[in-house]
């Protein structure tokens, strides 16, 4: 079965500082893989996807990730942390059709001043 | 243009009681989804909708019921509340793929803001 694993819970940057959040999947077939963010009360925002082609794909907010098949890895990136990045990230993959997606845990960021 | 709305946003409800939480989308999207959000889980997916009149069982769908009536509109149901229930309630909706009004496929997925449920 697909499932997605996001290792870090909790994440604490300094404004300006670089960014990595990890995404692993587990899915047999090339899969659709997205970064949606949400903001504290909000809902979800996508913030990138990656379908097929070239594998770092660029995304809103300035954030970048990379699509590594042989690691079965998809992670989000950022070179400088801003204090509006502050949320929950979540890492999906699709789900065999009509747009269902499978969520990983989430990692909350925290950045601080 | 409002995107999905969720109704209500917050509710407290007794063991036993039902209750309904409505979403409406006004972008005209095919696909919708109830997801339900706890924490360290992220989001599971209860039950979704390809089209008007049609539902379909997720990951958790136990204890929940939906309906379609209207393309716009996407009700989740419970019948009898159990604490277990208590959970950020999410609806979403999206078009199909390849489907998109430019023809392209985007595969993005529009959020409500939530609707906090708590069972007692």
């Known amino acids: 079965a697909q499932s997605v694993t996001q290792p870090d819970i909790h994440i604490t940057v300094s404004e300006g500082a670089s960014l990595e959040l990890r995404c692993n999947y587990s899915y047999g077939a090339t899969p659709y893989l997205f970064w949606y963010v949400q903001s504290p009360g909000q809902g979800l925002q996508l913030l990138l996807k990656?379908?097929?082609?070239?594998?770092l794909v660029q995304g809103i907010k300035g954030f970048e990730a990379e699509f590594k098949r042989s690691q079965s890895s998809f992670n989000l990136r950022k070179p400088s942390v801003h204090w509006s990045d502050a949320a929950e990230y979540f890492c999906?993959?699709?789900?065999?059709?009509?747009?269902?997606?499978?969520f990983g845990a989430g990692t909350r960021l925290a950045v601080h001043p | 243009n409002a995107g999905v709305t969720q109704t209500p946003k917050f509710r407290v409800l007794k063991t036993g009681q039902s209750m309904t939480l409505l979403c409406a989308q006004d972008m005209n999207h095919e696909y919708m989804y109830w997801y339900r959000q706890d924490p360290g889980m992220g989001l599971r997916l209860i039950h979704y909708s390809v089209g008007e009149g049609t539902t379909a069982k997720g990951e958790v769908p136990d204890g929940y019921n939906v309906s379609r009536l209207k393309k716009q509109n996407f009700l989740l149901g419970l019948e009898s509340a159990a604490p277990s229930q208590t959970s950020v309630y999410f609806c979403?909706?999206?078009?199909?793929?390849?489907?998109?009004?430019?023809?392209?496929?985007?595969?993005?997925?529009?959020f409500g803001e939530g609707s906090r449920l708590t069972v007692l």
């Open positions: 999906a993959v699709g789900d065999g059709g009509y747009n269902k997606l499978i």
């Open positions: 990656y379908f097929s082609g070239d594998t």
């Open positions: 979403a909706s999206s078009y199909p793929q390849g489907a998109g009004t430019s023809g392209l496929y985007t595969g993005e997925l529009f």
